[in-house]
């Protein structure tokens, strides 16, 4: 495991987790989660803290395409070392004349997560779910559990084998 974290099976611990990604990791055996600080949930606070590498954690962010009076979300996945293509890769993906990053307040409603703890588990059917391949590659990740108290390690495979999700070169 990663860290100088307590990591134990996800679907045991739903009270660490946000109810739709609580549903999300019910049947999974490949996920763990580990309970952190809140005030230590944005990454670079979070990796120095319980020694969790850079390379090791990936952030999920939302990004807002828009195309005449139309809005498609999506999720995108990129290693804590990376930035998403939201103006290139993303707006091509999506379709869209314009992109830019959810507003917190449209993110967290939206996805009834918690803002800092926003992850690819549980989020709407119907928006895609673009993962770099660096994160698809890497054998375990750190990324977000809905809330801020604690922090969800699972392999990079999973996230990409997530319904609804599309390995991309997604990273700057």
Known sequence: ???NLVW???GGRPDLL?????RAVRERSDAQVAEIDPELADTAAFCERYDVPLQASANCVIVAGRRGGEIRYAACMVLATRRADVNGVVRRRLDARKTSFAP???????TAMEYGGITPLGLPGEWPILVDEEVAREPYVVI???VRRS???LPGRALAGLPGAEVLPLAL
Do not use: C, I, N, R
């Not at 946000?18 to 609580?22: K, R």
């Open 144 to 146: 977000g559990s809905g």
């Open 18 to 22: 946000a109810e739709p990604v609580a």
């Open 8 to 10: 134990v099976p996800a």
């Open 104 to 110: 917190m307040d449209q993110a967290t409603a939206l």
């Open 1 to 3: 495991m990663v860290g």
């Open 151 to 153: 922090k969800l390690w």
